[in-house]
């Protein structure tokens, strides 16, 4: 990436340490108001709100980079969110007629009235994602590090406060979705003005035009998402819902802000490249110089990692020492989504779904198996987590390896 490049990721970068910076500062009283089992039912919602969301665009939201003119790209953000609609309807009435049913396999009747909470979390995730990727295509990165500081924010003002109110079950799931709320707020704000209606037969254009979106990496996606509900209710079945909770936890504390630098850098990787790609630019020289600069970001957290379940329990509680564990033997694994995160973007670029799409699959695989594993063969939870990680991490190797040679193969 060019020396402007980096400036723009480091605008995101910013946003996202300061927005992480808050959700770390917040932790310790989290940890002290909610009990990992909560932590583990959050977790849960999460990822059925990411799989919901990731159908209700029809995956058309990464489309919106791509038109030349920003007319037309708008029309497509307009196709995306205008699919998300009927989802939200459909979802609103499986809640409807499935709510008590959720909170039931969750393990707190309570929470049926919460359920009414995933289509609202639905609706605004695929809001934000379909306007973030409209604000990177106009370069609004400084927006884009507010919005998500603002988020972060929101969200862990609403979690702490809730659960010092008490309202510990539905606390996180609320906390999360009035931080999402006004990060909505924000990008719709945003909005350009006099841009121009879509017609039906503009929408259909556009929908057959990029076509591969929902045929392709929509699979691939919605893989992604299934797995990780498939891993935190295998976790949970076999293992208990402490330890859900301390994996959720260990993820939220670990992960996260290796993930939050993966899509800072990959926002501007994606804009970077599309644009070289439709110049026959040097894809190859910028994928090269982006895992150098991402590999000098995860040294530190290599070496940092090493003393996690010490960390974690002098920051935390003692109570959280086996989330620090947890977070040990899943950093190589870490380390190398961090590595691939940005460069995922080249194949929907260059056109090479189906080959990513292959690589999701075994990927999936390497993420579950362990974990089914170790149930039927009653494994102790670290020789699960430790097989995992070294399966995973194999794939992704692979993954990155098959992600250059892509962008060579494009000079």
Known sequence: MSQGAWRQV???????????????AASPLLTRLYAP?????????????????????????????LPAGDGEAWQVVKLALGIAVPVTALTLLAVALGGGALAERAGDARLAVWAWLLP??????????????????????????????????????????????????????????????????????????????????????LARRYRDFPRINL???????????????????????AVLGWYAFALRIARTPLAMIGASVGQVFQQRAARLAESGGDLAELSRRTTQRLLLIAAPFGVAVVWAPELFAWVFGDNWRDAGLYARVLAPWMILSLLTSPMSQLPLIVGRQGGAFAFGV?????????????????????HTLTLQSAAASAVLLAYGVWLQRLARSRR
């Open 10 to 24: 480091l605008t995101l970068l910013g946003g996202a340490g300061l927005a992480q910076a808050i959700a770390l």
């Open 219 to 241: 699979p691939h996606a919605l893989l992604d998402a299934a797995q990780a509900s498939v891993v935190l209710a295998l976790l949970g079945a076999a293992y208990g819902g």
């Open 120 to 205: 609202v979390a639905v609706l605004l995730t695929a809001l934000i994602n379909t306007l973030t990727v409209w604000a990177n295509r106009r370069q609004a990165y400084g927006a884009l590090a507010v919005n998500r500081v603002a988020q972060s924010g929101a969200t862990a003002a609403a979690s702490v406060g809730l659960g010092a109110a008490g309202w510990a079950s539905p606390g996180l799931m609320l906390g999360s979705v009035v931080g999402q709320a006004g990060a909505a707020w924000l990008l719709v704000s945003r909005r350009p003005r006099g841009q121009g209606e879509a017609t039906q037969a503009t929408l259909t254009e």
């Open 37 to 65: 089992e909560h932590f583990g039912v959050f977790a849960l919602f999460a990822s059925l709100v990411t799989l919901i969301a990731t159908v209700a665009t029809g995956r058309y939201e990464l489309a919106v980079i």
């Open 362 to 382: 075994v990927y999936q695989l390497a993420m579950v198996l362990p974990l089914a594993l170790g149930w039927a063969l009653a494994w102790p939870v670290l």
